[in-house]
């Protein structure tokens, strides 16, 4: 390979190592924002399954592994040390293989995950009182903003301990929609039932929230495959400026 080639593979090296690192950070964010988020879906899942939180961990870890492999990759590409191209192909192939096996575990589980999640929305609605800031307030900010009522329908809510020992007509205050006549409208917390039929929606927020979490997870398969590709092509450019490397100097490297 010729000297032009070798300084353009390095230059190239150290901007995918860039990126990488870039988007390790945005992985740890990502992370970082599953974990302590309690304004969205993601919250009630946490809160009621350690899967999420475990996921969450995977990610912040991956992420701060992710920006320490892209700053060594940087500086074996720059100062052309072999043993930290090596060591950098290395880590990327055993991430991207992580990263595969986790994609490939996720698509056969995901019926498993829709059940478990199923379960965890229905026993909150059972054992709800409205106390639970974190849970049952997302999941009463969850009904308002997307218009609907329950899991599968408002008839969950009868499961609802409250609701069923109660002598009045109570229901969800979460799901009362606003275009019928009622009551004050309230954004937590369980309502009593003035007229004959109560003021709420009809549809269920299964249809709404599986289609967030198909539309994300869009989002977060088409990131995934990017950081993939980066990935590759960093460990193919590894490997060539590793073999252009003769002989190591490590007088290249800063001394502090």
Known sequence: ????CITVTKYFLFLFNLLFFIF???IMGFGLWVLFDNQS???VLQESSHTVKVASYILIGVGSLSMAMGFFGCIGAIYEVRCLLGLYFTCLLLILIAQITAGVLIYFQRDRLKYEMSNIINGMIVNYNGQNRTTE???DYIQKTMECCGWTGPGNWSENILIKNSS???YSCSCRNATMPGTDIKDVGLCEQLSAKAPIYETGCGTSVEKWLLDNCGVILGFCVTVAVIELLGMILSMCLCKSVVQEDYTKVPKY
């Open 137 to 139: 307030h997302t999941w």
């Open 41 to 43: 879906f993601i919250a």
């Open 24 to 26: 390790g950070g945005l």
């Open 168 to 170: 009045q007509n109570l």
């Open 1 to 4: 390979m010729g000297k032009g």
